[in-house]
């Protein structure tokens, strides 16, 4: 009832806004000093960053961006969740907002084969965007229509993060392999540790999705990953199994509650020595208290087989613009100046300067563990997103259910892959 | 009489503009805001369609892929469920509560309140509180642990066993105290002189509720009973936020089925044809049960 009756009131408070939007338009629309050639008023940019320390930065940026004069920016921060179901909402929108905050590579392609996204080859060639890796500018062109679509901002990686304090209390330390890793987890289960933290439950199910990601890399290796997330292999074919069997040794040593809480109180559990390690991205330190920041350190996820090349997790972050802008001058002027070392730099300085930023030039954050991940990540031979930014968002349901199916009743496994394989079906076919 | 009816009439005739307009006007707004959408979902429903693309038309199929579909299978049998033990336990301890603190005693508005507290609050917050209490390290693990029912500390939530009663508890939380309020309302009707006249007849307190409580309550059962099938249908925000539908669909009712698919997943044509199944339940239960009471009425 309550959620209805809000929605219903504040379609109206929307309704009544609009209105009012209408007239004021219409009163800058008379004034004589209406700016010539562009559509007028700040470019809208849509950002689902909503934890404070990073809305913090973003408006930081927008700050500077609105002092250097010509065009103006707003910022309109929106829940992430409601962000990510409204997105296709927006962009097909007649009157959409400018730029949206989001993901390069396959999710930025299924939005850009649809003509929704703005082309950016022009700001490509600028000098902001130039001096970009390859790498970066293959996973923002988009397959289809050969254009680039996408801003890239930053990144980030995975890894094995610990608290070095309890490592050196334990007395253990970083694993190579997986025999090494298997035997760490069993060194921190006799100490009555639970070895491996998840968070896996909550909203968040789809943490479970990078174990899922990492052990089918170190044991199918990238491009099998990549082509299995695009349904050209299936999710019950017996590679995808041998998965499972690598898991399988790993699993004892989960913490019994990984598919209760959600990420966010598993990193508490972290950081407060329940657990002995997790598998995580650098955002999770976002809400880490600053004197645990430097106590902080990461392992890279065990190698199984060395015969497979090493792939690392590393999601991009950026920006792109809808195609039907009106004001698509101002747009590319934002963009490039978020693709500058100044605002990157800027957005680092403001957040908890965890992540890597785009542009060669922009300086990170330097502690010790930004320039461990920053090595790691440049160490490795193919660098992939995270599930759903590789498959779909649409995907990313069918691996929550069956993963956290699989923790649960591991020996149920192969009915769990049949009924994952039927459901992505689905997703795939349409 | 016959003078009232034919002044109606006459005036009938010529209906001032003022009054078309004060119904016209809602009418097109309904039109636009209810009843174009709701056609709108039904055409969905026919079609295949991810939001993006224009929507492909595929008839009966999303139909017949419900048929096939286990977890379309799950969600309804957990309506039904939720309909029963939600809909069956907040009417009976609504009417008990009711019962229990209808007489006036000192101090018994309290009681009422801390009963009725509940139903201020909005589910989403009702959800979150719960949320709290079930963690593995939870209020309940915590009470359980302190006296010595250790062994039945449980992760609430995330067990596919309890998952789906561990919901029912906050929405029933919630919907006791507005079923009490209902019948006291109810029992504030009932002539006193009835339990007087039964009890210089002799009745026990048994006869007094089966003869006399009971059938004088008819007319708040009607509308018990249509705002519990009405909100049993309609439950979505307590699940979707304390579990949403998990794990592995065990909680899944058809609501939370239908926005998982349509805005997850982004099957929209699918996710409507999930709409209508839940409208015609909905529908067919309440139309059903209207016709029926009203005929008793008569």
New interface residues.
């Given amino acids: 009832m309550t959620a209805f009756n809000a929605t219903r009131r504040r379609f109206l408070v929307g309704a009544g806004a609009v209105g009012a939007g209408a007239l004021l338009s219409g009163c800058v629309t008379q004034s004589p000093s209406a700016s010539g050639g562009k559509s007028g008023g700040p470019v809208t940019l849509q950002s689902n960053l909503s934890s404070p320390q990073a809305k913090t930065a973003m408006q930081a940026i927008v700050a500077a961006f609105d002092e250097r004069g010509d065009a103006k920016a707003e910022l309109n921060t929106v829940a992430s969740e409601t962000f990510r179901t409204q997105l296709p909402t927006y962009l097909t929108s007649a009157n959409p907002p400018d730029v949206y905050t989001w993901y390069p590579g396959s999710v930025a392609e299924s939005y850009a084969k649809k003509d929704l996204l703005l082309g950016l080859d022009d700001i490509w060639e600028k000098p902001e965007l130039s001096g970009y890796s390859d790498a970066l500018k293959k996973l923002c062109t988009s397959a289809s229509s050969g254009k680039k679509v996408f801003v890239p901002t930053s990144y980030y990686w995975w890894g094995m993060f610990y608290r070095k304090s309890n490592f050196s209390k334990w007395g253990v330390q970083e694993p190579k392999t997986w025999d090494e890793f298997l035997d760490l987890c069993d060194k921190l289960k006799s100490k009555g540790v639970a070895p491996i933290g998840l968070g896996a439950g909550g909203d968040t199910p789809w943490v479970a999705s990078a174990w899922f990601d990492y052990l089918d890399i170190r044991v199918n290796g990238a491009t099998y990953h990549r082509e299995l997330l695009a349904g050209k292999h299936r999710f019950d074919d017996p590679e995808v199994r041998k998965v499972f069997d690598k898991w399988d040794e790993a699993r004892p040593y989960f913490d019994p509650n990984g598919t209760a809480i959600p990420f966010q109180d598993a990193t508490t559990a972290l950081l407060q020595g329940r657990t002995g390690m997790m598998l995580i991205g650098t955002f999770f330190a976002d809400a880490a208290p600053k004197d645990a920041l430097g106590d902080l350190d990461f392992f890279q996820f065990p190698i199984i087989d060395p015969k497979v090349p090493v792939a690392e997790e590393a999601p991009t972050d950026g920006y792109f613009a809808s195609a039907r802008t009106k004001r698509a001058d101002d747009v590319k002027e934002l963009l490039r100046y978020l693709a500058t070392a100044e605002a990157q730099e800027l957005y680092l300085k403001s957040s908890s300067g965890t992540t890597l930023p785009t542009h060669p030039d922009a300086k990170d954050a330097g502690t010790p563990l930004v320039l461990k991940g920053r090595k790691v990540i440049e160490g490795a031979a193919d660098l992939t997103q995270f599930f759903n930014r590789d498959s779909s968002d649409a995907l990313q349901p069918t691996a929550d259910t069956a993963l956290v199916h699989y923790l649960a009743k591991p020996k149920e496994i192969g009915s769990i892959l049949t009924t994952w394989q039927r459901s992505a079906q689905k997703i795939w076919s349409q | 009489m016959v003078l009232i009816g034919s002044a109606r009439r006459s005036r009938a005739t010529r209906v001032p503009p003022v009054v078309l307009a004060f119904v016209l006007v809602p009418l097109l707004a309904e039109v636009f805001w209810v009843f174009w959408p709701a056609l709108q979902g039904f055409y969905l429903s026919l079609t ?1 369609w ?4 224009a929507p492909k038309f595929v008839g009966l199929g999303n139909f017949s892929e419900m048929l096939h579909d ?1 977890v379309f299978r799950t969600a309804a049998i957990n309506t039904v469920l939720w309909l029963l033990l939600f809909g069956g336990l907040s009417a009976a301890l609504g009417l008990g509560a009711a019962l229990l603190l209808q007489q006036e005693r000192r101090g018994i508005g309290f009681y009422r309140a801390a009963l009725f507290l509940p139903v201020v609050f ?3 917050a009702t959800a979150l509180v719960w ?1 709290a209490m079930y ?2 390290d939870g209020l309940i693990n915590n009470v359980l642990e302190s006296v010595g029912l250790g062994g039945w500390k449980h ?1 609430w ?4 066993d309890t998952a789906f009663y561990a919901v029912i508890v906050p929405a029933l939380w919630r919907q006791v105290g507005y079923v009490m309020v209902l019948y006291l309302a109810g029992l504030k009707g009932i002539d006193p002189a009835l339990y007087e006249a039964a009890k210089v007849d002799g009745a026990t307190r048994l006869q007094q509720f089966r003869h006399i409580t009971l059938p004088q309550l008819r007319s708040v059962n009607a509308v018990v009973l249509s705002v519990i099938v009405i ?1 049993s249908l ?1 439950s ?2 307590v699940v979707w936020a304390l579990t ?1 539908g ?4 065990s909680s899944e009712l058809l609501s939370t089925y239908m926005y ?1 698919t349509a ?5 929209l044509g ?1 996710g409507s044809a999930l709409a209508v199944v839940i409208f015609v339940l909905a529908f067919g239960v309440i139309v059903s049960y209207l016709v029926r009471a009203f005929r008793e009425a008569d």
Avoid: C, E, K, T
Avoid at chain 2, 50 to 53: K, P, S
Avoid at chain 2, 157 to 160: G, I, K, M, S, T
Avoid at chain 2, 263 to 267: A, D, E, K, V
């Fill in positions: 295949s991810d939001g993006l693309a286990a909005s589910l989403v949320q963690q593995p992760a939530l995330a067990d596919q909100d309609r979505f925000d949403r998990g794990p592995y669909h998982s805005f997850q997943s982004l099957r699918y």
